[in-house]
């Protein structure tokens, strides 16, 4: 079992707002990296740190962080977004990394 | 921009050890702003860290797989390697090879390979 929680499943309507959760203890220490890995693909990654993005990747694609949760928001999120996406972190103890179980983005 | 890439058997017998190398080309291996690290999805699911090395040879294993597992680095061929021992079906996957950035409030992969398919089956 994963120590970060994701949503299995998100759906959002083209152009409009979505945010994906990742839960976890971890996450009141040390800040989530989100990736966003479509079929066949390696994952890429989209999110990094407070709220830091790669080179190319669109500003659409911001993060948070609040408590246990940390958020990976896609504000108007466009076909090309429709992916599955993972959030990263350090364990607890600080020595491990964990993945979330990941959450299947469908735009409408 | 890293590029790495994965090299090795894709197919490993049962009890068997699995050997898996990753290229690193577009920077040092020697670079201290980097852990090395594997990564492996089974078909259909998700995401498992395996570990992670540092060029000094310092290593980080899952310790769901600690017992099972050596990482190591080649800083003269600016690569690094995974050996599991003793595998099963249950260590079929996709193996991703990674280029790590850790800071004292973050962890997170910088750039990937494309993944090399590693089926347990005799």
């Known amino acids: 079992s994963s120590e970060l929680t994701q949503d299995p499943a998100v759906s959002v309507a083209l152009g409009q707002t979505v945010r994906i959760t990742c839960q976890g203890d971890?996450?009141?220490?040390?800040?989530a990296s989100w990736y966003q890995q479509k079929p066949g693909q390696a994952p890429v990654l989209v999110v990094y740190?407070?709220?830091n993005r790669p080179s190319g990747i669109p500003d659409r694609f911001s993060g948070s962080s609040s408590g246990n949760t940390a958020s990976l928001t896609i504000t108007g999120a466009q076909a090309e977004d429709e992916a599955d996406y993972y959030c990263n972190s350090r364990d607890s103890t600080g020595n491990r990394v964990v993945f979330g179980g990941g959450t299947k983005l469908t735009v409408l | 921009q890293l590029q790495l890439q994965e090299s090795g058997p894709g197919l490993v017998k049962p009890s068997e050890t699995l050997s898996l190398t990753c290229t690193v080309s577009g920077g040092s291996i020697s670079s201290s702003s980097y852990y090395w690290g594997w990564i492996r999805q089974p078909p259909g699911k998700g995401l498992e860290w395996i570990g992670s090395i540092y060029y000094s040879g310092s290593t980080y294993y899952n310790p769901s797989l600690k017992s099972r597992l050596t990482i190591s680095v080649d800083t003269s061929k600016n690569q690094f390697s995974l050996k599991l021992n003793s595998v099963t079906a249950a260590d079929t996957a996709l193996y991703y090879c990674?280029?790590?950035?850790?800071?004292?409030?973050?962890?997170?992969?910088?750039?990937w390979g494309q993944g090399t398919l590693v089926t347990v089956s005799s």
């Open positions: 740190g407070k709220n």
């Open positions: 990674a280029s790590c950035v850790t800071t004292v409030t973050t962890f997170y992969v910088d750039s």
């Open positions: 971890s996450l009141r220490s040390y800040y």
